[in-house]
């Protein structure tokens, strides 16, 4: 993922450029001239509309993705095991052979993965995404092309391996996290300026790719990251998707290696696409993807579900993250967090499943989703005995509680739409929903409201 701190290639940023501290006129310290580099663009390619591998099939292969809307991404690998944040190697400089002893030292405990998926499945999130290869370059997986991986270092097992079977086992659909750019390989920024480096780079990246295509069944997902430092004709990414699409014909993929793919992927934020394009906003839980010790910003179970009905309301997904500790267990903060929502969506889970685009939005104490003709008012700030809806423009038919089935009286005047006897105490925690079944697909203009409301003279 990107990082969202300062970095060292941002204070290095520009040709020619070094670090000196001056003592008595001479430098305590200069970097040797630097080849110029391009600069780290933004993971999420922005949409083009040009054709591309998967056009004829994408309606289909999206249909489960679409019904979906909670996912899990995982993020472990070494930077795990130094507890620092995923982007670790870099920001503090650490040199290869000293982060490649951490490698050696990296030994979670096989079958952890059980623990992810069955939190995943009591969140009730449908599906997984795990980090094969993240920046750091060291593979999850068992591969051919690289001693750098998991069976050859220090967890002595396929981890890939054990999460496909613990996804499949808690009926989640698998999903592969992996990242073009690569802090290890040697020519992961040769790349950029050497032509035979590239080729090498590309037929590697390809490979690998192709390995985790191959060997471990259907999958579901492939998450693409950070294509520094190649544009999608140097990372030859229109044959690597064709390749994608002839080993696993049902995959679906995002757009983070320079071409549109199936859906874009806003990060730490949503963002609903126009023009009704497949979205998924990816968050983490804290502020850090990987395990980072000392970070205790969690996000509360009422955030998680209210970004969650955010991204459903607009048509999206929510790929939130967890970053398992160096032994593969799961910081508490994170299963006391999901399992709170997953204890709301045993209810709540209908209201966004499978729902459909929500045009109403305004309210100060609530959020909305939709199925055809039935409106969901989610209120995560209980009020007192009622509540009301400013510029509903359909008849409502009938109201009731979602959590405890209790019909709710209401009344409309062309411009409120209010529910009343309402329970002193909010039935659902930490969100309350009213189901309100309306004579048409549900709207609102509060524009409408504003001008047409009648007021009082001066």
């Not at 509360?300 to 267990?329: E, H, M, Q």
């Not at 709207?443 to 003279?457: E, G, L, M, S």
């Amino acid at each position: 993922m990107k990082d969202c701190h300062l970095t060292r290639r941002n204070l290095l940023k520009g040709a020619g450029v070094s670090l000196a501290g001056m003592a008595g006129g001479r430098p305590l310290l200069e970097l040797a001239p630097q080849t110029a580099m391009p600069p780290q663009t933004p993971s999420n390619h922005p949409f083009t509309g040009k054709p591309q591998p998967g056009d004829t099939t994408r309606a289909e292969r999206m249909k489960w993705w679409h019904e979906a809307r909670f996912g899990m991404f995982i993020h472990f690998g070494v930077y795990s095991s130094i507890m620092r944040h995923e982007w670790v190697m870099e920001n503090e400089a650490i040199p290869i052979d000293q982060y490649q002893a951490h490698a050696r030292s990296f030994k979670p405990v096989k079958g952890s993965a059980r623990g992810w998926a069955k939190l995943a499945k009591n969140a009730g999130m449908k599906y997984m995404v795990l980090t094969t290869k993240h920046h750091e370059g060291f593979c999850n997986f068992d591969t051919k092309l690289t001693t750098y991986n998991a069976v050859r270092q220090g967890p002595g097992y396929d981890i890939v391996a054990d999460y496909v079977e613990a996804a499949r086992a808690e009926g989640m659909h698998v999903g592969f996290y992996y990242s073009l750019m690569d802090w290890h390989h040697p020519d992961g920024a040769h790349c950029a300026t050497d032509e035979a480096a590239r080729k090498r780079f590309v037929e590697y990246t390809h490979g690998l790719i192709r390995e985790l295509m191959t060997n471990y069944g259907k999958i579901s997902v492939l998450w693409y990251d950070v294509p520094w430092p190649l544009d999608a004709d140097g990372w030859e990414s229109e044959r690597m998707n064709k390749m994608v699409f002839e080993l696993q014909p049902d995959i679906i993929v995002n757009n983070r290696n320079k071409l549109d793919g199936d859906f874009s992927t806003p990060e730490q934020r949503i963002v609903a696409e126009e023009g009704g394009r497949a979205w998924e906003s990816c968050m983490t839980l804290n502020d850090s993807w990987g395990y980072q010790r000392a970070d205790d910003n969690w996000k509360s179970a009422k955030t998680v579900i209210r970004n969650l009905i955010s991204c459903s309301r607009d048509g999206g997904n929510y790929l939130l993250n967890i970053g398992p500790k160096p032994d593969g267990s799961i910081p508490q903060e994170s299963i006391d967090v999901l399992t709170e929502v997953g204890h709301w969506m045993q209810t709540g889970g209908d209201t966004v499943y499978g729902s459909d685009i929500c045009q109403p939005r305004r309210a100060n104490y609530a959020s909305f989703t939709r199925k055809a003709n039935t409106l969901y008012m989610h209120v995560h700030f209980w009020p007192v005995e009622e509540v009301a809806i400013g510029g509903l423009m359909n008849k409502v038919l009938s109201a009731r509680l979602m959590k405890t089935g209790q019909s709710l009286a209401f009344t409309q005047d062309g411009f409120c739409t209010k529910f009343s006897g309402l329970p002193k105490d909010a039935p659902d925690f930490p969100v309350t929903t009213i189901v309100i079944q309306c004579d048409g697909e549900a709207r609102q203009d509060n524009i409408y409201v504003r001008t047409n409301k009648p007021r009082r003279t001066v």
